[in-house]
């Protein structure tokens, strides 16, 4: 799945622009652990800094815009980037600056919108939704919501997979190149849409009875920012990151009294619970073949 690199030469480079997750599975902590498993090297601009365990967010403290805005200019002026992906920016004037810096930059983004926590704790200030649906999706070249994140965003509410249509073309509407609208709370298969609005492709994978899940959504858009770039196009980068989400998901473990994470190691440290790739199933309307980055 990962490129090869000369012994010399530094690995495709990946920004993560997010809240830092003190229990390490979600948040910045699970960008960086991706981006190490996918063969990249992972940077952070940490824009909040959240106390939080198996059982929740017990506080959220916000870096000023200045502070955000330095972390990224140091990287991109110096280090220099291969793609960005964002997620928890809490409240309004975070959301715009990181919408100025993304403006800056030409590389492929993901935009995770992060609204909700894994234990229903908010994580995006109720001002903070118009500027991120103005100012932050119409940079995006993937958007990565889930149903509670696309209701937030759009009004649409999704009951069943009939529903993730509307719910793409309300989304793309708001200016993303793609839109990945994920499925994983609706019955049945683990079914996901992901449209640019001419080309679409549904991946399915089994729904796995798993209750240790936290981080999946950061696991999934730091993995798509990765196989970005690497130099996927973006129907194969996506794929690649369900197939790895999925068997991260799968080899998930307990920690502490609530909620356990992925384990985003599982490549190396149970390669026996890797899954093959995501079945691809056709939706409504035009499709192209997704060609496989495995």
């Known amino acids: 799945m990962t490129p090869a690199v000369p012994p010399d030469a530094a690995p495709p480079r990946v920004l993560t622009i997010a809240g830092s997750d003190s229990g390490g599975g979600a948040g910045i902590q699970a960008d960086l652990k991706t981006m190490l498993a996918l063969?990249?090297?992972?940077?952070?601009?940490v824009v909040s800094?959240?106390?939080?365990?198996?059982?929740?967010?017990?506080?959220?403290?916000?870096?000023?815009?200045?502070?955000?805005?330095?972390?990224?200019?140091?990287?991109?002026?110096?280090?220099?980037l291969d793609a960005v992906k964002t997620g928890m920016l809490s409240s309004a004037a975070l959301v715009e600056t990181v919408?100025?810096?993304?403006?800056?930059?030409s590389v492929p983004s993901v935009v995770d919108p992060v609204g909700v926590s894994k234990h229903g704790n908010p994580l995006l200030a109720t001002d903070a939704v118009d500027v991120l649906r103005r100012e932050l999706l119409p940079r995006a070249t993937v958007v990565t919501p889930n149903l509670?994140?696309?209701?937030?965003?759009?009004?649409?509410?999704?009951?069943?997979?009939?529903?993730?249509?509307?719910?793409?073309?309300?989304?793309?509407?708001?200016?993303?190149?793609?839109?990945?609208?994920?499925?994983?709370?609706?019955?049945?298969?683990?079914?996901d849409l992901l449209t640019d609005g001419s080309a679409s492709y549904e991946l399915r994978s089994p729904r796995l009875p798993r209750i240790h899940t936290?981080?999946?959504?950061?696991?999934?858009?730091?993995?798509?920012?990765?196989?970005?770039?690497?130099?996927?196009?973006?129907?194969?980068?996506?794929?690649a990151a369900k197939t790895y989400?999925?068997?991260?998901?799968?080899?998930?473990?307990?920690?502490?009294?609530?909620?356990?994470?992925?384990?985003h190691a599982y490549l190396t440290r149970r390669p026996a619970q890797a899954l093959g790739p995501t079945r691809e199933t056709k939706p409504a309307g035009p499709v192209r073949p997704m060609a496989s980055s495995d």
Do not use: Y
């Not at 939080?52 to 990224?72: C, F, T």
């Open 39 to 45: 063969g990249v090297h992972g940077m952070s601009a």
């Open 49 to 80: 800094v959240t106390a939080q365990n198996s059982v929740g967010v017990h506080g959220v403290w916000d870096l000023p815009p200045e502070a955000v805005r330095a972390q990224i200019r140091a990287v991109t002026e110096d280090i220099g």
């Open 99 to 105: 919408a100025q810096e993304l403006a800056r930059m």
């Open 148 to 191: 509670d994140e696309v209701r937030l965003l759009t009004g649409v509410d999704v009951v069943d997979e009939t529903g993730l249509r509307r719910a793409a073309d309300a989304l793309l509407a708001l200016g993303p190149t793609w839109v990945l609208v994920k499925g994983g709370h609706l019955p049945g298969d683990a079914v």
């Open 214 to 239: 936290h981080g999946t959504g950061c696991t999934l858009a730091s993995a798509i920012a990765a196989r970005l770039a690497c130099g996927d196009d973006v129907p194969s980068a996506v794929r």
């Open 245 to 263: 989400v999925t068997g991260a998901l799968a080899a998930g473990f307990p920690l502490g009294a609530g909620i356990g994470p992925v384990d």
